[in-house]
């Protein structure tokens, strides 16, 4: 799942179950607003690789965030 546009927040669950009982894994391509139940993994992909200079990486490997796969050019 790349992205959920709406004008309201709904659960994450709510959205997965309109996608049927059948659904057994989801990836998602952005970072959730509750990541409750979910399993965060490594992504890697080649010739993305993002270079951070800091304290911010401290910061993305803390709060398991991903850039949106909408956001890559």
Same mark, same amino acid.
């Given at each position: 799942?790349?992205?959920?546009?709406? *004008? +309201?927040? &709904?659960?994450?669950?709510?959205?997965?179950?309109?996608? /049927?009982?059948? %659904?057994?894994?989801?990836?998602? /391509?952005? #970072?959730? !607003? $509750?990541? *409750?139940? $979910? #399993?965060?993994?490594? &992504?890697?992909? *080649?010739? $993305?690789? %993002?270079?951070?200079? @800091? !304290? @911010? %990486? *401290?910061? %993305?490997? +803390?709060?398991?965030?991903?850039?949106?796969?909408?956001?890559? !050019?």
């Amino acid at each position: 799942m790349h992205d959920i546009f709406s *004008e +309201k927040q &709904y659960p994450v669950d709510d959205i997965l179950a309109m996608f /049927g009982r059948d %659904l057994r894994q989801v990836r998602f /391509g952005f #970072t959730p !607003a $509750c990541a *409750e139940g $979910c #399993t965060v993994e490594a &992504y890697r992909e *080649e010739d $993305c690789t %993002l270079f951070v200079k @800091g !304290a @911010g %990486l *401290e910061d %993305l490997e +803390k709060d398991k965030v991903i850039f949106p796969t909408l956001s890559h !050019a």
